[in-house]
């Protein structure tokens, strides 16, 4: 793992921004293809990977990251906050009609949703995730791309379920890229080291985890409806990597006492 941020991050970034665009001026052929094109062995694997956009899901992920790398936890939850208030704020002052309200036949996962389309809010959160990745690894590690792939498909998977355009996903993907980016550089003048020192630390963190497990695993409505098998897969692996996490820290020190 390596905290110091690769060039290729900045390569990839300024690629993405390039691609906006080619991306705006085709947007609506795009929507059509990717849309259009629907296998029925799609429709349940993006109705699923959908999920992994949902602001619970993106919440759970970033706490349990938070175990290993507090810092870049902490980065990526305050750049899931952030996106998300801007992305509501652009939803509001563009109210722009999604697919289902302008066109007839959309392809549809879960609801015929109609207005507030531009940006994806997914998508923003799929950003933020993007580059958590990397900086959690690097962009030359598997593990990294691994990590990406549910986010760039649950970005995708906007389009396909008919409920964004291709610039929505495109301008949130951006958006989040570069909330991350500020964040991670803002959380290096944060005291980490005095916050990981402190015994409260992994009970906070425990209680936060527990507490969006719960929520999530009891009932919570997915977006979309299509995710919903993410809220009893998710609960359970989170619990139990809270589990590892409370005997290395909690555990180990009162057998050492």
Known sequence: MNDTPHKGILISMSFIFMLLAPIYYYNLPL????NGWNPWLLDPVFGVLSGFGDGLVIALIVAVISFYRLRLGI???????????LAQLLKRMFDLPRPPAVFEHVHLLGHALQSHSFPSGHATSCGVMLLLGVLLWSTKSWQAWLFAVPFMLAALGRVYGGVHFPVDVWVGLWMGLLTMWG??????????VAWQASPWLPRILGVIVMIEAGVLGLGYPMQPVTAQPLAAILPPVALFLLWQYWKKTIASPLKAA
């Open 31 to 34: 929507f059509f293809w990717i």
């Open 75 to 85: 980065a990526g939850l305050l750049a899931f906050i952030v996106s998300g208030l």
């Open 183 to 192: 964040c991670w550089w803002l959380s290096a003048r944060l005291p980490i």
